[in-house]
């Protein structure tokens, strides 16, 4: 590989992660935010701790579909709609097929009386 002069290796750089970043923009509807940076990630998934309290050291629950509501505004309208859309039984039969079971469902199914 040819060593390039430190400015033209910043010029290089800057190109190819704006060309990066434009390919990568494309996938985005209109007015749609995508996230860009491990820090937003990181802070979402710390307040999705938060919400989680106790439940997190059990492992993920079915409040790991809260995590689109901790980004950005949503107008009651859309929230509204998509509870109205959403059937509760599809929710639980996504987190069923979906989710692997937590620390405390596994207690309860070893812990469990037999059946008389």
Do not use: N
């Not at 985005?28 to 990630?41: F, H, I, M, N």
């Not at 919400?51 to 509204?80: A, C, D, F, N, Y």
């Amino acid at each position: 590989m040819l060593a390039l002069p430190p400015d033209e290796r910043d010029e290089v750089l800057a190109t190819e992660l704006s060309e990066f970043a434009r390919m990568q923009s494309q996938a985005a509807r209109p007015g749609e935010r995508l996230v860009g940076s491990t820090e937003v990630l990181e802070s979402v998934f710390g307040k999705w701790k938060t919400l989680e309290h106790q439940e997190s050291r059990s492992g993920i629950t079915s409040l790991v579909l809260s995590l689109g509501s901790l980004v950005g505004q949503w107008p009651l309208s859309r929230i509204k709609a998509a509870l109205e859309a959403t059937p509760v039984k599809h929710v639980v039969y996504w987190c069923h097929e979906h989710l692997p079971s937590t620390v405390q469902s596994q207690r309860r199914l070893t812990l469990a009386a037999p059946p008389p």
